[in-house]
């Protein structure tokens, strides 16, 4: 009797087992076919948003096929269509329009940037509306003398800077920067590349502080695409996290996180003196006064040497253009007198119209980014003096008396401050 019940047992037994194994087969088979299927989905949207936003191939074509037909030149024209030397790299566009890679040309590295028309999208059944074309390059007209062209720039950047002493000075320098080939004279072609590029905010802003050393160097340009030199070291503090990330990550852990990946104090007191020294040049420079109106950390850089480097330059605007947009603005509060991210007027009540001046000067907003970067790891005979001159920065107001001079004695005592804890290491 007990050998006849051990086969049936067993049997039992060795049903449950493969009904087991059958299971576990299905749970795993459907988790890969579900694994399969949503990675599939997160490749094609990859895809497609990479082929929307990345059209380096679109941008070349169509800027060398106006260089062929003799519409454009410029000094990296030959290299880029002719004898490809000019090579674009790594996707970085975060815009369809405004197309950004990683280029090098021979022994040089950098960025290369170009604008092209926008990706439009369509619901189903609506009618396409017409694409925005590219830039056509018809200015100046055949027939435009160097003198004329020379007044051009100037009425634009008057438009662009107000009236300024040294306008006369800078067309100057624009017209070498325009003379691509150096043969000493600015053909049709050229004259038409550098007025297109004369119309990008963040090419005249980066011509018009390059002398300094704020910016990275202007290496070549072709109609409007033009390569700048490669800032090394991004963002100015941070690990940028992945998309995915971003939204799950907490605030206040993400700015301890931004502290953890920083250079040693002292240089992070070098690259801090850069952007005190970009703020001392900007605020009544040479051509006006300019407002950083987006201190973000991931617009700033620095070079192996701890040199600081405005890398997005459309986070700057004349003051005259900022004082423009105010007088247009009709307002019922504080808020509603912004431009960009942080650049603000206060509302005059009575008139319901944006005053002109800007409430905050670019020192101590830039006082209030450095705060915890340089707080962070300070010298502990330092730390409580830099924290005075910090606050002391950051409770500066553009439309208090005396100002200027306030605003002089504070960043000048500040950059002593640091020199001092500085000076005698390598890093200086």
């Known amino acids: 009797m007990a050998k006849a019940l051990f086969p049936r047992a067993w049997v039992k037994k060795s049903f449950y087992f493969q009904a087991r194994i059958s299971f576990v087969r299905v749970k795993y088979l459907f988790l890969t076919w579900l694994a399969v299927l949503v990675g599939s989905w997160v490749l094609y949207a990859q895809y497609a948003t990479y082929t929307e936003l990345c059209r380096g191939h679109e941008c070349k074509t169509a800027i060398c096929d106006k260089y062929r037909k003799g519409i454009i030149d410029g000094s990296a024209c030959s290299s880029l269509c002719d004898k490809n030397t000019l090579y674009m790299g790594r996707c970085l566009s975060t815009l369809p329009n405004n197309q950004v890679y990683t280029g090098s040309w021979g022994d040089l590295e950098g960025l290369v940037r170009c604008q092209l028309g926008e990706v439009l999208h369509y619901e189903l059944g609506d009618e396409p509306e017409p694409r925005r074309e590219v830039p056509v390059f018809d200015k100046p007209t055949r027939g435009t003398s160097v003198e004329k062209f020379r007044e051009m720039m100037f009425n634009h950047l008057k438009s662009k800077l107000g009236e300024q002493a040294n306008l006369a000075s800078l067309v100057s320098q624009i017209l070498l920067v325009a003379d691509g080939n150096k043969d000493g004279r600015v053909s049709l072609p050229e004259a038409r590349s550098t007025w297109a590029l004369l119309q990008l905010d963040e090419v005249l802003l980066s011509l018009l502080l390059q002398d300094h050393g704020h910016t990275p160097r202007l290496l070549g340009y072709c109609g409007d695409l033009y390569m700048t030199e490669l800032v090394p070291y991004g963002p100015l503090y941070g690990l940028p996290l992945p998309w995915p990330f971003v939204s799950w990550v907490p605030g206040g852990m993400q700015r301890s996180m931004d502290q953890w990946f920083t250079p040693s104090w002292p240089r992070k007191a070098k690259i801090s003196m850069g952007l005190l020294e970009l703020v001392e040049d900007i605020f009544h420079g040479t051509y006006g006064s300019?407002?950083?109106?987006?201190?973000?950390?991931?617009?700033?850089?620095?070079?192996?040497?701890?040199?600081?480097?405005?890398?997005?330059?459309?986070?700057?605007?004349?003051?005259?253009?900022?004082?423009?947009?105010?007088?247009?603005?009709?307002?019922?509060?504080n808020d509603d007198c912004v431009y960009g991210v942080d650049c603000r007027a206060s509302c005059d009540m009575t008139r319901q119209h944006c005053r002109e001046e800007p409430i905050r000067p670019n020192l101590a907003k830039a006082c209030g980014a450095l705060k915890d970067y340089l707080l962070r790891g300070a010298p502990s005979g330092l730390s409580e003096e830099l924290e005075r001159q910090l606050y002391a920065c950051m409770a500066l107001r553009g439309n208090a008396g005396q100002m200027d001079m306030e605003h002089s004695l504070i960043l000048n005592n500040l950059k002593a401050l640091l020199w001092r804890q500085i000076s005698h290491t390598k890093d200086s």
């Open 290 to 333: 300019f407002l950083i109106c987006d201190l973000a950390a991931e617009h700033f850089g620095y070079t192996e040497r701890h040199e600081l480097r405005l890398i997005d330059t459309r986070a700057v605007v004349a003051e005259d253009e900022f004082r423009r947009a105010m007088r247009s603005l009709r307002c019922e509060s």
